[in-house]
């Protein structure tokens, strides 16, 4: 199991029909006392089922006090097996803070592995760099009584 589905007691190699995901994200970190390192962050959703094709109904980037800041999707997106999907919050968006978070719904016809959704964070000034990734965590999941 992945260290998200221990944390949430789901195991993410269940097949399910749909599912809302918890991507925790960052704007920036403090690096010292005061002192703020300005972040970008690219959201992917990696279809990892190879017959399945899942449907994103939902990309949302929420700030730290919760509240929704930015929907990404007007209409909803088709992945088939083994495609993705990015969503980029860029450097100069501040106000999600640290403690920003991105909540994606998606759905499939028939029951489906779960995909694979993931945060990269990247800054840096000079010759310094940071960077690092967070891994979504399923809040709700429908398997629809018959996925195994």
């Not at 939902?58 to 969503?87: A, C, N």
């Not at 990269?120 to 399923?138: E, N």
Request: glycine share 10%; charged share 20%.
């Amino acid at each position: 199991l992945g260290s998200s589905a221990i944390a949430s007691g789901i195991d993410d190699t269940t097949r399910a029909r749909s599912e809302t995901v918890y991507v925790p994200t960052y704007s920036h970190v403090h690096t010292h006392q005061k002192v703020r390192q300005a972040l970008a962050s690219t959201l992917v959703v990696h279809n990892v089922d190879p017959k399945v094709a899942i449907t994103l109904i939902s990309v949302r980037y929420h700030d730290r006090d919760g509240k929704l800041v930015r929907h990404f999707l007007t209409d909803p997106t088709i992945l088939q097996p083994f495609q993705s999907s990015s969503y980029l919050t860029q450097i100069s968006e501040t106000e999600g803070g640290v403690g920003a978070n991105y909540i994606v719904e998606w759905r499939a016809a028939e029951c489906a592995l779960p995909p694979v959704i993931e945060a990269v964070m990247i800054g840096g000034s000079g010759t310094h760099g940071i960077s690092f990734t967070t891994s979504g965590r399923v809040i709700a999941r429908d398997g629809g009584g018959a996925c195994e």
